[in-house]
């Protein structure tokens, strides 16, 4: 079973890729660690410029229970959010802009 902590992405006009939805209840908005609008810059220390959003879908899904580390961008500040993943909360991307 694969599992995620429950995002949306997509690349904005700067070939940016961004957070643009916390589902509800999912890992990610109740750890209060992500916002809508943070860039998200490595997962497990992966640099996600570049990728295609399978690859990085493929990088933040993995087994549930396990923690997935993200990094991102929020205004001028790099933060680190580390998010258990749980199943039902698989991240989704959206066409680029």
Do not use: C, W, Y
Not at 46 to 74: F, K, M
């Amino acid at each position: 079973m694969r599992a995620g902590v429950g995002i949306r992405f997509g690349v904005d006009k700067d070939m940016k890729v961004q957070i643009i939805d916390l589902f509800q209840g999912s890992p990610a908005q109740t750890s209060g660690q992500l916002d809508v609008g943070d860039v998200l810059v490595s997962i497990d220390g992966v640099l996600v410029s570049g990728l295609s959003s399978q690859e990085i879908n493929s990088l933040i899904v993995g087994p549930p229970g396990t923690t997935v580390t993200l990094e991102v961008r929020r205004g001028d500040l790099i933060h680190t959010a580390r998010i258990q993943r749980r199943a039902n909360a698989t991240p989704t991307s959206t066409p680029s802009r």
